[in-house]
Nanobody, 116 residues
Framework: VQLVESGGGLVQPGGSLRLSCVAY????????MSWYRQSPGKGREWVAT????????NYADAVKGRFTISRDNAKNTVYLQMNSLQPDDTAVYYC??????????WGQGTQVTVSS
């Protein structure tokens, strides 16, 4: 079982990045998928969630209107499109797979740095 994030990097303020998280070893389409982030010295913060079928999404107020979560169940992949990035968005971003009564899985994280 594995979740593998990619797509992080260094971007200037106002720029965009698209994160991907590919799932291996479990039934991806059954899981609610979420993105979290953690900045140095802070706890892990919820960013966004998408239901198993992709019909419902929810966002933290800090990213609403700038980030978009989506998924492709045929590719076992969840995405996070991040626009209008700001220095406060600098963090390690993690994806999480969850469903009631089933194990929770986390990825290893991908670093996003927003700096000029």
């Amino acid at each position: 079982v594995q979740l593998v994030e990619s797509g992080g990097g260094l971007v200037q303020p106002g720029g965009s990045l698209r994160l991907s998280c590919v799932a291996y070893g479990f039934t991806f389409s059954d899981r609610v998928m979420s993105w979290y982030r953690q900045s140095p010295g802070k706890g892990r913060e919820w960013v966004a969630t998408i239901t198993s079928g992709g019909g419902t999404t929810n966002y933290a107020d800090a990213v609403k209107g700038r980030f978009t979560i989506s998924r492709d169940n045929a590719k076992n992949t969840v995405y996070l499109q991040m626009n209008s990035l700001q220095p406060d968005d600098t963090a390690v971003y993690y994806c999480k797979a969850a469903q009631s009564g089933r194990p929770v899985y986390w990825g290893q994280g991908t670093q996003v740095t927003v700096s000029s």
